[in-house]
């Protein structure tokens, strides 16, 4: 019985600390945005004429956001200046390579469809940015 006490104990402090560190980052990555300091937001992105999703950073700063695509990619998605959001939803079964605590964003542009993945309490700042065009 002790030992069933000891593993719940250590589950259950696990679990604290890994939530009190998620919202501790996403607290200072709301402040870093209000003080109008740089953040990076690490997203995986799906174009309307690329087959897989590709990893990348939206970055904010001063009001203004730019697209880094991650650096091991030999041909780099570059999401396009006119993306506009449509709706937030949960990733679908077929998208499985996309953890179950991210939320996809469908977006509009001159180019077709753009999906745009990030962790719930971060795809929020993209949203924001992205609207405030």
Do not use: Y
């Not at 799906?46 to 939206?58: A, C, Q």
Request: net charge positive.
């Amino acid at each position: 019985m002790t030992a069933v006490l000891t593993t719940l104990g250590v589950f259950l402090g696990g679990m604290l600390t890994a939530a009190l560190h998620l919202n501790r980052q996403q607290r200072n990555t709301t402040a870093n945005l209000i003080d109008g300091r740089r953040i990076k937001v690490l997203c995986i992105v799906k174009g309307p004429r690329t087959p897989s999703w590709t990893r990348g950073h939206f970055v904010i700063e001063s009001g203004r956001w730019t697209w880094e695509p991650g650096a091991r990619q030999d041909s780099p998605f570059m999401l396009p200046l006119d993306v506009w959001p449509v709706r937030m939803r949960p990733p679908a079964q077929g998208e499985g390579r996309l953890n179950h605590r991210f939320l996809v964003m469908e977006c509009t542009s001159a180019e077709g469809a753009v999906l745009i993945a990030a962790l719930h309490g971060q795809v929020e700042h993209v949203f924001m940015a992205l609207t405030r065009g």
